[in-house]
């Protein structure tokens, strides 16, 4: 790895200490928000784990897989890069420790390591370093913003903090700066921050060749003084170089703390770089925010069926997209998450379920668990003029559920439930084509950006400002069964989106209710604090009129 990688891309990069799950995406995001008023800023994600991407896993375990308008299935931290950022992501720049070595063993076999031994370093971080400057140098990035996944000290991620750390002799210590996000607990008996636990992180990171220029403390308060002095001291910082990183109540917030703490003027001075930031449009929406948290002039309670629900981040971007609606509706968007599973076996009945709800949302899906329990929820919805979303899964399952208890179908029902021993009579949704044959789980399903093509004059089209074609992000395997489109719409369920040139259904709506949509599309993955998703927004609008809940 010579001079021939260096370039005037600067590099900013983002490890966290002491546990997990400390917000180094919001961090990473939020100092790129400082930057980006004048500079190119770029993410990357360095993910430990074997899997090449997160598509497979249960969002239970890994939370929300995030989806590119490129189709690469993606860590959920790229959502707050997208939202934070405003740039549009993309599947390379999500490196996961099974994508080195799956490179790594594919240049193994084509002979490019001529014979010699295939060792982790310094081949495996030679590979994370190319990938890194490959990156800076095809989008002509004037900041990459480097997150390095997991806990310094895990062994899954020691390649990425060794790649690195020689990547910061490489380009020059001027040209590098290393962000370490830490840990201040406030234990309840003694309510004092304690340093310790970031001191021994700090330590930790040294041990390894790392050196962090700024350290921010989360702690549920401002830092004190004297604990910035405590942590600089074992550090090796000066005190202007611990940031405190408060609990806040939106996280749109931080970029605006980070601010008040003279971040940005540091990372100007330390890097050599001018970018002043440009958040006046921001905190207009972050009060918005806040105001809605803490004194909103209206209230709006939206339930949420899912199966997912025992974690809250399998649905990151959905609650985030709420939140953006509500600030520009000035309404606090409370949530009411119903384990759709209860319902489907008789633990809970819809209408208790949902009573004194405003609207309902049943997001995406995969698998028969919970399914009974959310047609339930969505006929409910239909039949009580509840203003309702179906998202991906959920617009199939409110086709399902009209085709039964509208069109009369007994048992009618979706192609992805059906068994030998489960045979289903009406497919009303199917295999898209050419996917029945796919035996592959990753990466197989019709993913990424999509035109979607909208009915002139529909309740749809006028969502969208009038537009007859928008572009949304997709995830899925099956269809609305192009069989029985004109039977459901003959009884009144319309098709209002599909794909140019082919008769894949992508919007549904009916005319003679206050708001129920069906989209086979994400719209969650392109919402942002500065422009919500247009389903969003009149979602929560609708859910405001049908409210009967008293002004805060």
């Known amino acids: 790895m010579s001079g021939g990688n260096k370039t005037n891309t600067k590099y900013i990069v983002v490890t966290g200490g002491v546990l997990s799950g400390l917000g180094k995406g919001v961090a990473a995001a939020s100092i790129g928000r400082l930057l980006c008023s004048r500079l190119k800023i770029v993410p990357v994600k360095l993910d430990g784990y074997l899997n090449t991407d997160p598509g497979t896993m249960n969002p239970i375990e890994h939370g929300e897989v995030f989806v590119l308008d490129d189709g690469g299935e993606v860590d959920m931290d790229f959502g707050h890069y997208e939202r934070f950022l405003g740039v549009q992501g993309k599947f390379g720049w999500n490196l996961t420790m099974g994508k080195v070595f799956q490179e790594i063993l594919e240049k193994e076999r084509r002979g490019d390591f001529l014979g010699k031994t295939v060792q982790f370093i310094p081949h495996a971080t030679n590979v994370i370093k190319e990938r890194i400057y490959g990156i800076a140098r095809d989008e002509k990035a004037d900041i990459m913003m480097v997150e390095v996944g997991g806990t310094v000290g895990d062994l899954e991620n020691l390649f990425y903090i060794e790649a690195v750390r020689q990547m910061r002799h490489e380009v020059g210590a001027e040209n590098m700066l290393f962000v370490h996000l830490t840990y201040v607990p406030v234990p309840s008996g003694v309510r004092e921050q304690k340093s310790k636990p970031t001191q021994q992180g700090v330590k930790l990171l040294n041990e390894f060749g790392i050196y ?13 003084d004297h604990i910035k002095e405590k942590i600089a001291l074992f550090g090796n910082l000066q005190k202007d170089c611990v940031i405190s990183g408060p609990d806040v109540e939106s996280v749109y917030e931080i ?276 422009k919500p998703s247009p389903l969003f927004r009149e979602l929560v609008a609708a859910s405001l009129t049908h409210s009967n809940k008293p002004v805060a």
């Not at 921010?216 to 308060?221: L, Y």
């Not at 971040?263 to 806040?290: D, F, N, R, T």
């Not at 979303?389 to 199939?396: A, E, T, V, W």
Request: aromatic share 8%; charged share 25%; glycine share 10%.
């Open 212 to 224: 962090p220029d700024v350290v921010i403390g989360r702690c549920q308060e401002y830092l004190d």
């Open 255 to 530: 970029p605006l703390v980070y601010e008040k703490e003279g971040l940005s003027a540091l990372i100007h001075k330390k890097l050599g770089i001018y970018s002043p930031p440009a958040l006046g449009e921001w905190s207009q929406w972050v009060a918005a925010v806040k105001k809605n948290n803490t004194a909103p002039d209206r209230v709006v309670e939206i339930a949420i069926g899912g199966k997912y629900t025992a974690l809250e981040d399998s649905y990151a971007s959905l609650v985030e997209s709420l939140e953006h609606a509500g600030a520009h509706l000035g309404a606090k968007v409370q949530l009411r998450w119903i384990e759709t599973s209860e319902i489907e076996k008789g633990n809970q009945d819809p209408a208790e379920a949902l009573k004194d709800v405003d609207g309902l949302i049943i997001p995406g899906g995969f698998g028969s668990r919970g399914i009974e329990g959310k047609i339930k929820l969505i006929k409910y919805a239909r039949e009580n003029n509840l203003p309702f979303l179906g998202i991906c899964y959920g617009m199939q399952l409110a086709v399902v559920e009209y085709a039964r208890n509208v069109c009369s179908l007994e048992g009618a029902n979706s192609e992805e439930v059906e068994s030998p021993e489960n045979p289903v009579p009406h497919k009303v949704i199917c295999y898209l084509p050419g996917q029945k044959q796919i035996t592959r789980k990753g990466g197989t399903m019709r993913l990424g950006g999509h035109d979607v093509e909208v009915r002139k004059g529909s309740k749809a089209s006028k969502i969208y400002g009038n537009s007859v074609r928008i572009r949304e992000r997709f995830r899925h395997r099956y269809e609305v069964n192009p069989e029985y489109v004109d039977r459901l719409e003959a009884a009144g369920l319309k098709f209002t989106g599909k794909a140019p040139g082919t008769p894949i259904m992508q919007v549904i709506e009916l005319e003679n209710h206050p708001y129920f949509m069906g989209c086979q599309y994400h719209p969650e993955l392109t919402s942002s604090l500065l």
